[in-house]
């Protein structure tokens, strides 16, 4: 802080410390008596010759009592000792300078009190003995009004710092609320209760990048934060002044906005005639402009104190509190800024994290591309199961496929480039594809064929892309994309063709021999004689036998087809009652060994009734099924022994059906019950069947909330186990 020097006026000045002329000395007399400081002039020992009206204000002392004393009288006794020194060293080398430089000195009064003094020292020779005057100024004000500026200045700093060392989840923080403009009006109304100014502006300009040399900075414009010390009134006009008013406009000299930009204090002097054109009030006539920037440099605004004084140069300690200020300012703004976009981030995320469970419970694979490159938005469960990898999000579509080792073929089996994949086609061409068939190959080399249905998205629903860096206004095209899995749409297609041909060739195998014998009987009844006629009645007997097998396969064939048709749509209701179990065994067993000569059925029980909740139509269907494949899959005739065995712990019934025929081999066991299922060994020996059979065995019994499995030996034979529920005995 600048330190008083002495003034030309001073009787004392060095520059008049020749012998002074009584005129001289007299109007040198007034002066020192109307010094706004204390004056006291010294002799060599420190003893006090004179001292002005104003030390005995200042001090309390008249001047009789202070006539002759030693100075140090007027110093706390602290201060004595070193006093004496320097004044002795002073002695031996006089020049006018202020006293105890990087001091803090103080003053005694009479009363004992103490107040903080600047002291500066000049030598007077005169005829005699040379003497030392002393000008001695009262710096309370002064020191009060730095302590308030630093005691201020080190709040702010203190706020500052911790603000920068905030807690990295500003949602626990107590500072999160602090609000820019609130915390301006703030700063505003303490700096202007610190500084002797007309008012405290805080203006924020709304372009943040430094301009390039080149380029002009024209284009920021500012508008107000805060203001404290101006009316209502002016606050409105200058309010309506400023906001949206270009920054050239504000501060018209280029190089002054270089320095703002640089983040150096500039003082506008509205006297200029060049400023004329500034918006001011009356008593303005100087502006301290200091900017306001964020970490990185960048200027987002200015604080401006305001002065009445002309030509003003604001001090060190008005531009460092200003500066103290637009930092922490600039620092909750930048704070406030990050805040908003970590929370419209966390916002984002939290959307995106719902839309990612939803579309991943969705069956249906779906994925969002962006860019000409089909970068990945995202995907979800379904789709990566589909690709059988992870595509990661950001990466591009050929990078993805490549690292990946994912192939993509078009349904006529040539591997797709990657201009012809549909994705691509919709983000490049802007195409919306439906129903394209493709084939993927994945990394497993298992392939899957997919119907992909692709819609061109409208770009703005993302607007402009930052993981690229494209230019803020640049769109970017985008696709959703939707995928399905058709393996099981195709398996079915197979299996209905399988069908078919099957239901063809099982219809025409009896259609054969009835067709056959109605020829026959036809051609037969045409004939005349009278032995003719005698045959024909045997062959009458044969063929119409045939033709009621035959009519009956072709129904039993119906039946099974029109059972696995209900099954499938869920349409197969039961009505269980409850039927004793065993005598439906026997029942059926008897039916079919009338037709099976060669094999020997046996029903074993040791129960005289089993009694369980059955629909006795499916179940007779599932035993004459299991009794039926028994006979007609050992060909070389034997035993069948159906047994049932009761389990009263686990309440249910045990049927075993078991033969000694060709068995079903153990590569084909687990697929046996499946539509259609039929092993390779019967039909080597071209025995005929449509694989329905077990197929409706399991469905009936699962309805029956039982259970059905088997156990073979290929060439030893079969045994089917079925196990069901049976009716608590009360
Ligand atoms: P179908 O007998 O009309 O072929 P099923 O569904 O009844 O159809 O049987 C499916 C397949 O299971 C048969 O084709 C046969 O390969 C095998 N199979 C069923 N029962 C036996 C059995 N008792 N012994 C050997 N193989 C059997």
Known sequence: MGRRQTNGQDPASPHQAAPLAVAEMLTADIFFELAPDAVVVCDEQGRMERVNRQTETLFGYARAELSDQPIEMLIPSRFHARHTVHRQHYVAQPRARPMG??????????????????????????????????????????????RRTRDSLSTLLAMARALIRLPRDAG???????????????????????????????????????????????????????????????????????????????????????????????????????????????????????????????????????????????SQADTELALATAQLLALVIEWDRLLAERQTHRETEAHLSILQAVLDELP????????????????????????????????????????????????????????????????????????????????????????????????????????????????????????????????????????????????????????????????????????QRAELRETEYEAVAAISEATTRLVELTDDLLDVTRLQAGQMHLVREPHDLLALVRRVTRRLQVTAPHHDMRVRCDEAHVMAAIDQQRMEQVISNLLHNAVKYSPDGGDIEIILVMDRDRQQVEMRVQDHGIGIPVAEQSRIFGRFARADNVRVRGITGTGLGLFLCREFVKLHNGAIWLESLEGHGTTFHVTLPLIPES
């Open 101 to 146: 430089a990087g001091l803090e000195l103080y003053g005694l009064r009479k009363d004992g009190s103490e107040f903080p003094v600047e002291i500066s020292l000049s030598p007077v020779t005169t005829l005699d003995h040379p003497r030392v005057i002393a000008s001695i100024r009262d710096v309370s004000e002064q020191r009060a009004l730095e």
């Open 364 to 531: 249906t694979g779906i994925y969002l591309v962006r860019g000409y490159d089909a970068r990945l938005v995202l995907a979800n469960r379904a789709a990566a199961d589909v690709w059988g990898a992870g595509w990661p999000v950001g990466q591009p579509m050929m990078d993805f496929l490549d690292r990946a080792a994912v192939q993509i073929y078009g349904p006529d089996g040539h591997l797709l480039t990657h201009e012809s994949l549909a994705t691509v086609l919709a983000v490049s061409a802007g195409d919306t594809i439906r129903q394209h068939q493709e084939v993927i190959r994945r990394p497993d080399g298992t392939t899957l064929p997919i119907l992909l249905s692709a819609v061109p998205l409208d770009s703005k629903i993302f607007g402009a892309s930052e993981a690229s860096g494209t230019e803020i206004g640049q769109m970017e095209p985008a696709a959703l994309v939707v995928l399905q899995d058709v393996s099981a749409l195709k398996e079915a297609e197979r299996l209905k063709d399988e069908f078919v041909a099957l239901a063809a060739h099982e219809l025409r195998n009896p259609m054969a021999p009835l067709k056959g014998y109605a020829d026959m009987l036809l051609r037969k009844a045409g004939a005349e004689s009278r032995e």
């Open 172 to 314: 626990q923080s107590d500072v999160s609320h602090v609000q820019p403009a609130g915390l301006a009006q703030r700063l505003a109304e303490l700096v202007s209760t610190l500084l002797d100014c007309r008012y405290v502006g805080i203006l924020r300009l709304d372009r943040a990048k430094q301009p390039d040399e080149a380029e002009t900075d024209g284009s920021a414009h500012l508008y107000s934060l805060a203001v404290v010390g101006l009316s209502h009134v002016q606050e409105q006009q200058w309010r309506t002044a400023l906001d949206g008013m270009m920054f050239e406009s504000y501060v018209p000299d280029p190089a002054q906005r270089a320095r703002l930009w640089r983040g150096e204090p500039v003082t506008l002097d509205l006297a200029q005639p060049h400023l004329n054109e500034l918006p001011r009030l009356a008593e303005e006539f100087t502006r301290l402009l200091v900017p306001m920037r964020v970490g990185s440099g960048q200027l987002i605004g200015l604080v401006v104190v305001s002065y009445t004084d002309s030509a003003r140069l604001a």
